[in-house]
């Protein structure tokens, strides 16, 4: 309880006309005293003989000086020895210490309270106050954590995009110049020189051009055919791959050449490795199928899906029409086995981003849809992927047909068995490759590059980290959906090896081994392009899935198929550390 003299001292000091006009503009009514210096109860005894002390004074008929009451107030209120700044006014209100702060007393003029206790960080602390005391932390805004947009307008990997941009450049001032030195060996060149150069025309250009029309036909046949009858197909490519590059092989070594034979032994040794890993792949045929079946659901819901592929396609064969014309002045050109070679690199690379630019339009349609559950343009997508992705593209370009060439040397060294220690010591070098290959470039980047605007390398690093969260190594490890797509390409190409081996023979039988390595080259490269479309469904079905499994749109497909390679210790197809050493870890 408040000794009565205290409240009418502090009653007078805010009811003071001063006190008043100082603090009417902040309509402060409150004033809270939050401790005390001294224990309370000794503070009321001192009030006491105090009070007793004026009351015989009074009784013996003496007057109290003001003076000597306010020095009794003040001398009280002095006692409690707390200086505390007021905020508002620049006074100095006495206040007691040591009151407990979670019951404070509160002295409430007017009999209601219109301002709120002030916070730790507005009240000043007292010079004496003890060191136990402390204040409170000011309260810090908690950082919100940043989303990824789906918007994104930078370009992504700008080294990689003006390399390609630069290697376009300079292939379209060399097919232009090889074309003009055709042309020039045409008009002004010998009459020994003319017969050569319209012979190579007559033989060569017939034969290729129709190679890229039957590629672009066989693609969009292949494509539909795996879009309808997925269980059907998968097998059905194993192996018919199997035979068809069998049957080139065998057809080339019939017409008894040394090139020839050279390019039909390679044909049948690639036959006898396919038919192989058709063997082993076996048990995985049925997954594969699900996930096609399952990821290509989506497809129908966009009707326009395919225009991006029509589009690279049509550019594809007007760029391979230009080609060969080169391919035939680089004949009659200095270096012309090292100028063939470079055009043959520079159109691989340009049919790889055609096929990515494809890839990554399909994988942002569809990844959309899932993530967001959007209806995307597939224009618009094809657009971005065309500008801001393209410099992924051409990245990813660069690894990915490597990663897969690396996929198939790696699985056959996995499968030595033996004593030989260099062969293994081969084998688990070519693991540690691949394990870096696939933490930093791998296929199934494309879907974040075309979702987040992610560059290539990152993404590829967070689409792995998904998978290692999840527990899909081994799943996307043994996915055989890029066989599948790789052995669709080899279909077509060795369809044309053998439509352009056969006429050729009737022609002019001395072209025949360099038409049919460049028919087989041209036809794989075009299916590739088409066959991008169900590559990128699957691969956004996995990635989708490892980002959120919880969607409506998955089944459990994969998850069974997890239990499964649990309950069965099936191994990876292609395992992150060799078998040996995981036998003995176990």
């Known amino acids: 309880m408040i000794p009565k003299y205290i409240h009418q001292h502090i009653l007078y000091i805010h009811t003071s006309p001063h006190h008043s006009s100082r603090h009417r ?56 020895n707390f200086d505390v700044n007021n905020q508002f006014g620049g006074s100095h209100v006495a206040m007691m210490q040591r009151l407990n702060p979670t019951n404070p007393l509160r002295i409430v003029i007017g009999g209601s309270s219109r301002m709120p206790t002030p916070s730790p960080s507005q009240t000043s602390l007292p010079r004496s106050a003890p060191i136990r005391q402390t204040s409170l932390p000011r309260s810090a805004p908690i950082p919100q954590p940043s989303q990824t947009t789906l918007n994104s307008r930078r370009y992504t990997n ?126 995985r045929i049925g997954f594969c199928t699900e996930i096609l079946i399952k990821s ?57 981003v055609m096929r990515n630019i494809v890839n ?36 990813g370009s660069l690894f990915v047909p490597t990663i897969e060439a690396l996929r198939v040397v790696v699985r056959g060294l996995n499968l030595l068995e033996g004593e030989d220690e260099f062969m293994f010591s081969c084998a688990h070098c070519c693991l540690n490759v691949m394990q870096s290959i696939f933490r930093y470039g791998n296929s199934w980047a494309f879907v974040q590059v075309a979702t987040y605007g992610k560059g290539f390398v990152q993404a590829s690093q967070d689409t792995w980290q998904l998978f290692v969260r999840q527990g899909m190594e081994s799943i996307v490890d043994s996915d055989i959906t890029s066989s599948i797509c790789f052995l669709t390409g080899v279909c077509s190409g060795s369809i044309c090896v053998i439509v352009v081996a056969a006429w050729t023979a009737r022609v002019h039988q001395t072209f025949t081994a360099t038409l049919s390595l460049l028919s087989f080259f041209i036809g794989y490269l075009m299916t590739r392009i088409a066959m991008a479309v169900p590559h990128a469904c699957v691969s956004c079905y996995y990635v989708c899935y490892a980002e959120n499994p919880s969607n409506i749109l998955f089944d459990k497909t994969i998850q069974d198929h997890q239990r499964m390679m649990a309950d069965r210790g099936v191994a990876a197809a292609t395992p992150r550390v060799p078998r040996r050493f995981s036998a003995a870890e176990a």
């Open 25 to 80: 503009e902040a309509d402060v009514t409150t004033t809270t005293i939050m401790g005390a210096a001294e224990p309370v109860v000794e503070r009321e005894s001192e009030r006491r003989e105090e009070e007793e002390e004026g009351n015989e004074r009074k009784e013996e008929g003496g007057d109290v000086d003001k003076g000597e009451v306010l020095g009794v107030q003040e001398k009280v209120i002095d006692s409690s």
């Open 360 to 395: 990554l339009t399909v994988s942002r349609v569809i990844a959309l849809y899932y993530l967001r559950g959007m209806q995307s343009i597939p224009q618009n997508c094809f657009q971005r992927a065309f500008t801001q992705n393209l410099g992924s593209a051409c990245l």
């Open 158 to 283: 700008k080294i990689s995009l003006f390399l390609f941009v630069f290697h376009m450049v300079a292939a379209v001032g060399l097919v232009s110049f090889l074309i003009f030195k055709g042309i020039q060996g045409l008009i002004e060149a010998s009459e020994s020189f003319k017969r050569k150069e319209r012979r190579i025309l007559k033989f060569y250009l017939p034969q290729v051009e129709t190679a890229s029309l039957l590629s672009i036909t066989l693609a969009f046949v292949w494509q539909k055919a795996v879009r309808q009858w997925p269980r059907i197909m998968v097998p059905f490519i194993l192996w018919s791959s199997f035979i068809l590059s069998l049957s080139a092989g065998i057809l080339l070594i019939c017409f008894q050449r040394a090139s020839t034979d050279g390019v039909g032994v390679c044909l049948i040794a690639f036959a006898i490795g396919n038919g192989l890993y058709a063997c082993w792949v076996t048990q």
């Open 296 to 352: 290509l659901e989506p497809v129908p819901k966009f009707g326009d899906l395919n225009q991006p592929t029509y589009w690279m396609l049509g550019v594809g064969f007007l760029w391979m029409s230009l080609w060969i014309l080169a391919v035939i002045g680089a004949m009659n050109f200095y270096f012309t086995p090292l100028v063939i070679t470079v055009l043959v690199l520079s159109l691989a690379w340009t049919a790889e």
